[in-house]
């Protein structure tokens, strides 16, 4: 059975690039019918945080990513926190120590940095010499006795390493100048590539699908892999995701943590979409894929070996897709936090307020790029309008006043005020009098709303009501 994991080290905020493994290896335990585990590599206990490790489990579930086993949730190979299996990973290393797979090595910092530069000076790759590989037993005892510390090294044999990367084919691994690397640090803590192997072959993973950064790293592991006489799983690196300038998506290419695009008021699917996106992709151009569709189409084959470029504007433009297609309801649900942010609604609104609220969200529901922009979208809906002094000099005067005047009369003598009415009373109003509609429309939208800009003007009007329409015009005009 497929068995796949996200691994991510709880350092910082879920990162685009991580939610887009995160994804690719939900999606490919679906399609297999295998099971998607979430591993917190928290062994950095300087590094990694509590917090974060909530919060990349809420941005995961809010991406709409479930998982079968992990930390929250438990399974049959848990525990899913590195830091709570250190005793697991020392055993591992004391079976490969007695077997003779991996040594102790004594030496100091100042004679590591020492091997590197002698190293460099002749010209030979940095890494380590192997010093302590065969030692007598007088040294071990003369450094015991001088209670040093000590690390635990792989003996690295000296062997091709190749794989058959499923997304990248076969990668030989020459000239990689292995040297004996340390597995356990002397704090007893593993490395986190020692930590890695265990987990991947306790917890049974059959596909390591992560970011290509890691290749780098897939050498030691698959020697780990060997010295503890385990089967390989197989590999799979995805291509990295790189910002618009085509280096790697960092802060510099603005808002990088999938936090940062919930709170901007991305809708999950949305994102969940996009992401998908990134590096992988059927034939033909198809670009909007429910999650049911991703599941049914995905595949490794499909990811692609170059690197994917992460394009705002397009999330961009997929967001407003999504919210053009998603019932009123949801996304009135939806921009409730944004609109309680703004003070713009209290923590309860009645029945008839939120009929309101979605009437104004639906008036502009087709322009709606991120929730963010709702509360400003809908504003003069709930509260007063601020009238800007350039266009108030602009839109009203002497004339516009009048104009403005004689409409309230209209408006009071409609009886049935809905849209239609309104609209066809007022052309009637500028055809008696030869005024040209946007000569009335502007400082119409201007005195009703504030702005120069906004939804459709009659349809603004209707939902505001007579008396509110009214009140804010006399406002202006008296
Ligand atoms: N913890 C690693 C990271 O956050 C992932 C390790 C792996 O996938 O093998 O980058």
Not at 88 to 108: D, H, Q, S
Not at 282 to 311: G, N, V, Y
Request: hydrophobic share 35%.
């Amino acid at each position: 059975m497929v068995r796949v994991r996200f691994a991510p080290s709880p350092t910082g905020f879920l990162h685009i690039g991580n939610a887009r493994t995160a994804l690719f290896n939900y999606l490919f335990a679906r399609k297999n019918k295998g099971k998607f585990i979430l591993r917190i590599e928290d062994t950095d206990k300087e590094r990694s945080k509590k917090e974060y490790e909530e919060a990349i489990i809420e941005d995961l579930k809010w991406i709409g990513i479930e998982w079968d086993e992990g930390p929250d949730i438990g399974g049959e190979y848990g525990p899913y926190r590195q830091s709570e299996r250190i005793d697991i990973y020392k055993e591992f290393a004391e079976k490969l120590l007695k077997e003779g797979i991996v040594y102790k090595c004594y030496c100091t910092k100042e004679e590591l940095e020492k091997t590197r530069e002698d190293a460099q000076k002749k010209g030979l790759p940095p890494g380590y010499d192997g010093k302590c590989r065969n030692l007598t037993k007088e040294k071990i005892s003369q450094y015991e006795k001088e209670g040093r510390s000590f690390v635990l090294r792989l003996k690295v044999p000296e062997e091709k390493i190749e794989i058959n990367d499923l997304i990248r084919g076969k990668v030989i691994f020459e000239g990689e100048n292995l040297t004996d690397f340390v597995i356990m640090k002397s704090d007893g803590v593993p490395t986190f590539n020692f930590a890695v192997v265990i987990d991947d072959y306790l917890m049974k993973i059959t596909h390591v699908i992560r970011g290509e950064d890691h290749l780098s790293n897939t050498p030691k592991h698959i020697l780990i892999f060997k010295a503890i006489g385990a089967k390989l799983p197989f590999f799979a690196h995805m291509s990295m995701t790189l910002g618009p300038d085509r280096t790697r998506l960092s802060k510099r290419h603005g808002a990088t943590s999938v936090r940062a695009y919930r709170e901007e008021g991305y809708l999950p699917e949305a994102f969940f979409n996009y992401i998908s996106l990134l590096g992988w992709g059927t034939t033909e151009s198809k670009e909007i894929f429910t999650k049911e569709e991703l599941i049914e189409e995905f595949s490794l084959e499909r990811c692609h070996k170059a690197s994917a470029i992460f394009d705002k504007e397009k999330l961009l433009w997929m967001n407003s897709y999504y919210i053009r297609k998603t019932e009123l309801d949801k996304i009135y649900q939806l921009s409730i936090p944004f609109l309680k942010k703004e003070n713009l609604i209290e923590d309860m609104v009645d029945k008839e307020k939120e009929e309101y609220i979605k009437r104004a969200i639906s008036l502009e529901q087709e322009k709606i790029k991120t929730l963010k922009e709702v509360p400003f979208l809908i504003e003069f809906f709930l509260k007063e309008p601020e009238y800007e002094k350039e266009n108030y000099e602009k839109l009203i005067n002497y004339g516009t006043k009048k104009i403005l005047g004689e409409i309230v009369s209209i408006l009071e003598n409609i009886d049935n005020f809905k849209k239609e009415d309104i609209e066809k009373k007022i052309r009637d109003y500028c055809r008696e009098k030869g005024l040209k509609t946007s000569d009335v429309f502007h400082p119409l939208r201007f005195a009703v709303s504030g702005r120069t800009k906004g939804p459709d003007l009659f349809g603004m009007i209707e939902l505001l009501g007579k008396e509110k329409t009214v009140e804010r015009i006399k406002k202006l005009v008296i």
